[in-house]
Nanobody, 117 residues
């Protein structure tokens, strides 16, 4: 089994920065894509950013230029640097990985990010 543990969620003021981390552990053959999704209050879960094993990134339009995703393959970790936060970024942020030859997907339990105006 694979476990994902997110950390770094917090209550911050608009304009501030925050970095989320996610550590993957367990029976891990090879992590392919890693990423972050978020679920704002009362809304559906949405893509934030993904990064392939070769560090090719993909970002949602709403956060381009403000958020940066990165990963450490040796540590099985993925990060999300979030700058210039706005109240619209308030959400539960979920870590996501795809692992192994079958590209099985796994989710973390989520970490709350709240941005006050």
């Amino acid at each position: 089994q694979v476990q994902l543990v997110e950390s770094g969620g917090d209550l911050v003021q608009a304009g501030r920065s925050l970095t989320l981390s996610c550590a993957a552990s367990g029976t891990i053959f090879r992590i392919n894509t890693m990423g972050w999704y978020r679920q704002p209050p009362g809304k559906q879960r949405e893509l934030v950013a993904t990064i392939t094993r070769g560090s090719i990134t993909n970002y949602a339009d709403s956060i381009k230029g403000r958020f940066t995703i990165s990963r450490d393959n040796a540590k099985n970790m993925v990060y999300l640097q979030m700058n210039s936060l706005t109240p619209e970024d308030t959400a539960v942020y979920f870590c996501y990985v795809r692992i192994g030859p079958n590209d099985n997907s796994y989710w973390g339990q989520g970490t709350q990010v709240t941005v006050s105006s």
